[in-house]
């Protein structure tokens, strides 16, 4: 907590905030926080998809109004000097409300307008931010064809123009790749200290929030925990351990075990081996003793203390579905197998262009049998375009491709029976229940009438759904949307699941469910292929590729990979930063030459 | 004094801001000035309900000269293309095959009649294409006056008379004279309404307005901001109609240029105040559109008297067009154009737009906040 002799220019005492939708029950966005923001120093506001952030930005910058309680914001109540408040604070929200037909310097000069700067006054302000932002050789180039690291840059210019108060920045990050991140993160740095800005900053990121002095996790409305980065990962202390998988087992296969061990709260693969967190200080987990593992001690991090907060809040872990007692564990089971799996989809120089811009450029590769492959990297890195070509959606402008032997630039509609597909956009009927999805979906494959009905009884216990049959889709809490589509496009039984950006917007503890089910599809034979711009969900994956600006940077095992590049411990963020850096380092001497 | 001075320079900022975003959007360029364009092209020579050529069936039963005569007018005339038969059953012939859109019939006993004061001729028209046989009608009507009138002059010996038939203040019934006000409406309408309605409801969809509201910013200098670059496209949309009017069809303009012009900004105050209302009450692109299709641009074409004579429609759809402000700007026009400076109309309708235009402003500031809820 902040010294009491700082300056405050957030204030919240029992503030609350309540939507009332028509037809809808009511729902409470904000129950009752209360929070103080120091000035002069950056403070994070942490907290997964739909946990109110962005509703506490709007309250404080004004755009809402409260239900109850009180909030000052630079020493004014916001509802009573609502423009006296927005006249000195500065705020981007998440979709950098930029002008995208406007130059960069037209963005520039409308807001430097709107605060009425003088125009020396202004030429150095420009001057200095554009250096800063690495933009000053774009002055002329219109918003709307800048990357989106650039855009996040120059949306950051432009709150900053007036040298603000206050400056609120609404999960500037979402989709950004990690380079961009970075960049963006190190000059918010240093205007802190340059500038004494006080800085107030949403994110879904740990490792973000780890930058910052003062941290507030928000979790369903409700404030979990305050603090700087250390006082919060001591709640973790000497409760985090990190464990190597046996010879030939993957990562994800020990990790997804580990998560259903009764003495841990929480486990992900991290660098090859798995972190997880005991229950306990002293706890222990069965399973490591059952295959004679050995843990030993790792540092905590954020990361930790987040999700074990989290854990705390929901309590909703241990009945999470997808746990269903077993037989023998995945450990034993894949230990058993033999390795003679065939290929299932094989492309080679596979090209995309629209018009001049080329979004996919050569790219070739294999998918075995029962793999699970990750397709990464950040917004219009030409991911989805693959996807699309993979699933027969849009035709390659050249190159071949075959999936489950299919060749899919002759025989799309053959091909599509060996496939599921669950788009990024889950696409349901919102209108119909659970059930008659189902049912529709079914039809839709062609399964005959006699053997759906099984089937549905089947797919729904699978994926602990029997008990919303009857609800309609619309209606349905995120998650369940998430298992809904995913058993709508496994229904048929397909060899192939395609997963377009399933984990964005879903929690971290619907993540970890979502991970657990897709290694145990894989262990059954399935063959699953998932893009994600979230870099860590590369250490679920048995092999992966990275692409940025539609080029194949990398593609191999995250354990291949890290060798190669002689980076042991290394995580996927770093990874992903090391390879596109190297990438452009090389476009550069090759354009130079 | 400063406040004013702060007041202008951020009106300016925005309005220039807005001027840009216009015309790099291309939408808003062939809305407002290349669609009134091609809706005069269409309505003017396409829609006219005037007919000229009409294929005709004259039917000489009486083969006297005095008939001839009379059928004459058929001959010389733009109006029809004469087709001239010898009996009944084969101009019914030509009529089933759609040779003929219309017969005129002229009996065996027509002359004789005629001299007796009680000369007739037979009309049969092709009710299939009222509009058509509505027009012929009266051509021949007219036609045949006048024959008859110089007949009778010439008989009677007192020089010669030209009955001429007059329709009042569209003297030769050109329809196009008749749409070119209505088709004024429409430009207005569209390219401000619509517009208006996009732009604000762009601006919520995409997230600008959160960043702008948070800033100096008074939303009186936003709206007026949106407002400005609008009202210059409606105007420049209207000029260009009206001298397009002129030049094209001889639109006559017999009341004051100024008020022509008076009127329609007023007129385009009451549509961009629509406009405002509807993006602020749907806040996005598409909910928008369609709002403004439904509120504006369908009833301007049904309702307002544009297209359909408001006397003759049932007492609902009048109350309907009663409310609307499209029906006395329309008035308005129709009257300043073909008629002149018609005082008590002018005042009466002016005062009710005056009270429209208060209405639909204050509400869209009353209805634009600065609040994202």
New interface residues.
């Given amino acids: 907590m902040p010294e009491a002799k700082t300056e405050l220019v957030i204030e919240a005492q029992g503030l609350t905030k309540i939507f009332t939708p028509k037809k809808l029950p009511q729902v409470t966005a904000l129950d009752s926080i209360s929070l103080q923001v120091p000035a002069g120093r950056l403070t994070a506001l942490v907290g997964p998809d739909g946990a109110g952030k962005t509703t506490l930005m ?1 309250l404080i ?5 409260r239900d109850a309680g009180s909030l000052r914001v630079v020493g004014l109540d916001v509802e009573e000097h ?2 006296a408040v ?2 000195v ?14 130059s960069i310097q ?1 963005n520039l ?3 430097a ?4 700067m003088s125009e020396e006054a202004r030429q150095v302000r420009f001057a200095y931010l554009l250096d800063l932002m690495g933009l000053s050789a774009f002055r002329g180039r219109i918003a709307g064809k800048l990357s989106g690291g650039m855009k996040q840059k120059l ?1 950051l210019a ?2 900053l123009v007036s040298a603000p108060k206050l400056l ?1 920045l609404d999960e500037p990050t979402a989709g950004v790749d990690p380079l961009s991140r970075r960049e963006l993160w190190s000059i918010l740095r240093q205007l802190v200290a340059r500038e004494q800005l006080s800085v107030f900053v949403s994110t879904a990121y740990m490792d973000e929030a780890a930058l910052c002095s003062l941290v507030y996790v928000l979790n369903q409305g409700r404030i979990l925990a305050g603090g700087t980065p250390g006082e919060l990962q001591d709640i973790a202390r000497g409760r985090c351990y990190r464990v190597a998988p046996p010879e030939g087992i993957p990562t994800r296969i020990l990790q997804c075990e580990l998560l259903e061990d009764a003495g841990v709260t929480d486990a992900v693969p991290v660098g090859g081996k798995v972190h997880f967190i005991l229950r306990e200080t002293q706890g222990k987990a069965g399973l490591l003793e059952r295959h004679r593992l050995t843990a030993e001690p790792a540092p905590e991090r954020l990361e930790d203390a987040f999700m074990i907060l989290l854990e705390r809040d929901s309590r909703k872990k241990r009945q999470q579905p997808g746990l269903d007692a077993r037989e023998q564990d995945l450990i034993s089971a894949f230990a058993a197998e033999k390795k003679a799996v065939p290929v299932d989809i094989e492309v080679r120089d596979l090209v995309r262009k629209f018009g001049d811009f080329t979004a996919v450029s050569h790219t070739s590769f294999q998918v075995r049998q029962g793999e699970v492959f990750g397709l990464l990297g950040p917004n219009g890195a030409g991911k989805t375009t693959t996807f699309r070509m993979l699933c027969g959606l849009l035709p390659a402008t050249s190159g071949e491709l075959r999936v489950a032997g299919v060749n899919l630039r002759r025989a799309v509609t053959k091909a599509r029976a060996n496939i599921g597909y669950v788009a990024q956009k889950f696409s349901l009927y919102e209108k119909l229940t659970v059930y008659e999805n189902l049912r529709f979906f079914g039809g839709a494959y062609g399964i005959p009438v006699g053997e759906l009905e099984n089937r549905i009884q089947e797919i729904m216990r699978e994926f602990h759904l029997t008990e919303r049959q009857a609800q309609a889709a619309e209606s349905l809490p995120g998650g369940y949307k998430q298992r809904l589509s995913m058993a709508a496009a496994l229904i048929h039984k397909p060899k192939i699941l395609f997963l377009d950006e399933p984990t964005s917007g879903i929690d971290p503890l619907a993540r970890r469910t979502f991970w657990q089910q897709i290694t145990r599809l894989a262990a059954g034979g399935t063959t699953i292929i998932i893009t994600t711009h979230f870099m860590d969900e590369a250490e679920y994956c048995d092999r992966m590729m990275i692409q940025d600006h539609g080029e194949l940077l990398i593609l191999g095992q995250p354990g291949d990979i890290r060798r190669r590049l002689q980076m042991p411990e290394a995580d996927m963020n770093e990874i992903f930063i090391a390879i596109v850096e190297k990438a452009r380092q090389q476009a550069k001497e090759e354009s130079g030459t | 004094m400063k406040r004013m001075q ?1 007041f202008f ?2 009106l ?3 309005t ?2 807005e001027f ?2 216009m015309l ?2 291309k939408s808003s360029f062939l809305m407002g000035v290349v669609l009134p364009l091609v809706l005069i092209f269409i309505i003017g020579y396409g829609m006219s309900l005037d007919v000229e050529h009409v294929p005709t069936a004259v039917v000489l039963e009486d083969t006297s000269p005095t008939a001839r005569s009379a059928a004459g007018f058929a001959a010389g005339s733009r109006y029809f293309s004469p087709v001239y038969v010898h009996s009944l059953p084969e101009a019914e012939q030509l009529m089933r095959t759609h040779k003929v859109k219309m017969i005129v019939r002229f009996p065996a006993d027509f002359t004789e009649q005629l001299y007796r004061g009680n000369g007739q001729i037979q009309l049969l028209l092709n009710g299939e294409e009222a509009t058509t046989a509505m027009s012929g009608q009266a051509y021949v009507e007219a036609a045949v006056m006048s024959w008859a009138a110089s007949r009778e002059a010439a008989a009677s010996g007192r020089g010669q008379v030209t009955a001429v038939p007059r329709v009042w203040f569209n003297d030769t019934n050109t329809s196009t004279w008749f749409f070119v006000p209505g088709i004024l409406m429409l430009v207005l309408t569209i390219s401000s309404v619509f517009l208006t309605a996009m732009v604000m409801a762009r601006e919520w969809e ?3 307005f ?9 939303i009186m200098e936003i709206i007026l901001a949106k407002v400005i670059p609008y009202f210059t496209v409606a105007m420049v949309g209207m000029l260009l109609c009206l001298t397009a009017g002129r030049l094209l069809y001889d639109l006559p303009m017999r009341g004051s240029m100024v008020l022509i012009i008076g009127e329609s900004m007023l007129f385009l105050v009451i549509a961009l105040g629509i406009g405002l209302v509807i993006s602020a009450l749907t806040k996005n692109q598409y909910l928008a559109c369609q709002v403004a299709l439904l509120v504006s641009f369908l009833p301007t074409v049904m309702l307002s008297g544009f297209l359909f004579d408001l006397h003759s429609q049932p007492w609902g759809v009048q109350l309907v067009s009663r409310l609307l402000p499209m029906t006395y700007y329309l008035a308005l026009m129709k009257s300043l154009f073909l008629s002149g400076n018609y005082w008590p109309l002018i005042v009466k309708n002016t005062l009710i737009l005056l009270g429209y235009a208060l209405l639909f402003i204050g509400l869209a500031f009353y209805l634009t906040r ?4």
Avoid at chain 1, 61 to 65: A, H, N, S, V, Y
Avoid at chain 1, 113 to 116: A, I, M, P, S
Avoid at chain 2, 210 to 218: D, G, H, I, Q, T
Avoid at chain 2, 370 to 373: A, L, Q, R, S, T
């Fill in positions: 709007r910058t004004g755009l809402m109004d609502t423009q927005q006249d604070l500065s705020y981007m929200p998440q979709k950098f409300g930029l002008y995208e037909d406007l037209e000069n409308l807001y307008d709107l605060h009425g949306g432009c709150t609120l | 702060v320079r951020r300016a900022a925005l220039r801001k840009c975003q790099r959007e995409r997230g600008t959160e960043a702008l509201f948070v800033s100096p910013v008074r600065k609040k994202v809820e």
